[in-house]
Structures are given as C-alpha cells and as structure tokens.
C-alpha cells in the first residue's frame, strides 16, 4: 500500500485520545473497514496485516483501543472504569469521528470480537456486516474449555501452571516457559512469531495494566473483571449478517464459537485448518480471500 495511502490520527474521547490509522480512501464506493483489536489491552500491531484487505480498493481503520498502545494510558484508573460499555462507546465516538457511523463493516479479533458482539447486540444501522474472528460468546466456556487444552499439554506443563497460578507468581522463569508451550499451540503457531505479533507484545511489555485488569495474567488463567461475561442469551438480537472464523487448534475452540453459530439469523462460519488463535498470520491468504469474500457480498 502506497504510504500517501495511510493516514494516521487522533479520535479526541471525553477527556482523552483514541489513535487511528486509516488505510485507503475512505470516499471509496467499497464500504470501509473497521478493526477492533484482542485484549483487552492488545494493540493494533498484531493484525495490522489486515491492511491486505485496502488492496481491493476497501478502506481499512485501525485503532489502539483506550489504555492501550498509542492512544490514551490510564495506568492509575481501577477495575470500575475499565468496562465493555467504555470501549463501547469509544468505538461508537471512532465511527462518529471519520463520518462512517452510518456505512461501515467491524472485525473484531478475539476480545476484539466479544466487543464487536456487544455492538451488533445494540443493532447499530450503520453496521452492515460483522465478523468475530477467534472470539468465544462467554468466557466460562473460554474458561472451561482452557482446562481442557491444558490437560492435553505435557504433565510437566501444566503442573509447572498450576503450581505458580497457586503462588500468584505469574512472572516466575519456569511459568513463562510453561505458558509459551500453551501459547505456541494455541495462540500463535508461527515461531518465532512474526514483527507484527512482537510489536504487541513490546507494549504489552511496558504496560499490561487492562489486560491485567479486565483479563488476568494471561490467556488461560482468567481472573479478570471480564471472567463472568457472556453474550450466550444476547446474540439472536445481531441482524448484521456475521462471518465467525476460528482455528483448528485455536484457543477459542468450538465450543467457545458455536452460541454465535447457533442463534445469530444470519450466519456463516469458516475454521482455517492450519491455524490456532491467528489464522490472519498462520493462513494469511486464505484468511483474506474469505473475509474480503463475504464482505463484498454486502457491499451493496
């Protein structure tokens, strides 16, 4: 993509900023983009390879949700400010600002998906089409089928998690080591894990501060302020169209997708064989034909 193609900016959010990136020309006749990055407390970084997307001529947005990355840090603010509705309404103030609140398309990954479910739920009429990329309805199904993955690891493995999670040493040598056998099964199945992966992880890093706080201390021990949340008896209420990809070996297994494919009217579903948590880096070109696919069938 030509870099005069690429606009960078900032959203103004109540008191604070929300960063954006904007990969195309957002006049196009194709409807834009938008991209809501996992977490809570990711950055943009990892799945800035959706940019692939804006070769077809449709614009492409990114942002750093609050409290994250570019935008906004918020290190001192407690567990009751970080909350699905704040993010909510950032991205609702995000539409306003680039004018496309009433002509856009949402790609949530991971987290990013459980927001984008939470918008759809509300029945925006600008959204036009959804997709939950790697996203679980609830997460005591996350949670639960985390379990099982974990007893699937070597016996040594999950002891070692177990018997750190139990000391609340999270950041203990033997308990990295432990989570990054997870991790390479089930988040990312590229090793080493390519720049755009790392970025992310540079940030989070420096300030893990929402992902600590709305998640927990990792991707499978969840003792955040997000453990109960769930959509399972919402989803009927999204009419957007919606598009649901997973992994074969994703952390978001099956279980933790099928409440969407159940009750959403309008639904597809697509598992990418060779991938776990990341298909948009494992299976890159399969992963873009499928969603650039289904997005121009509702372009209209």
């Known amino acids: 993509m030509n870099p005069a193609n690429v606009v960078e900016g900032i959203a103004p959010f109540g008191e604070w900023e929300t960063w954006y990136r904007v990969t195309g020309d957002l006049s196009s006749p194709k409807t834009p983009l938008v991209v809501a990055h996992g977490g809570p407390g990711c950055t ?22 609050l409290g994250n990355g570019r935008s906004t840090r918020l290190p001192d603010q407690g567990e009751d400010f970080w909350t699905v509705d704040l993010f909510l309404a950032e991205l609702d103030h995000l539409l306003a600002t680039l004018d496309i609140k009433d002509r856009y398309f949402l790609l949530g990954q991971s987290w990013g998906g459980m927001l984008g479910a939470e918008h759809g739920i509300r029945r925006p009429a600008g959204l036009k089409a959804l997709v939950l ?6 997460m005591a199904l996350w949670a639960s089928e985390a379990e099982i993955l974990r007893s699937q ?7 070692a998690l177990r ?3 139990a000391d609340g040493t999270y950041q203990d040598p033997e308990y990295l080591a432990a989570q990054k056998v997870y991790y390479d099964e089930h988040v990312c199945r590229v090793v080493p894990n390519p720049p755009e992966v790392l970025a992310t992880e540079h940030y989070m890093d420096r300030d893990a501060h929402v992902y600590n706080v709305m998640n927990g201390p990792n991707e499978f021990f969840c003792i955040g302020t997000l453990r109960d949340w769930t959509v399972v008896d919402r989803v009927h209420l999204i009419t957007a169209p919606t598009l649901l990809c997973s ?15 159940d009750a959403i009217p309008d639904v597809r579903w697509e598992i990418f064989e060779n991938s776990s948590h990341m298909p948009f880096v494992e299976e890159p ?8 696919g289904f997005l121009a069938e509702h372009d209209a």
């Open 133 to 138: 990329s790697n996203s679980p309805a609830s």
């Open 247 to 261: 992994g074969r070996f994703d952390e978001a297994t099956p279980a933790t997708v099928q409440p969407f494919f």
């Open 163 to 165: 018997r750190h999670e």
């Open 285 to 292: 070109e399969h992963y873009f034909r499928v969603v650039e």
């Open 44 to 65: 943009h970084d990892y799945v800035l390879s959706m940019v692939k997307i804006a070769e077809t001529g449709r614009p492409v947005i990114h942002y750093d949700q």
């Open 153 to 159: 690891l070597p016996r040594e493995v999950d002891d």
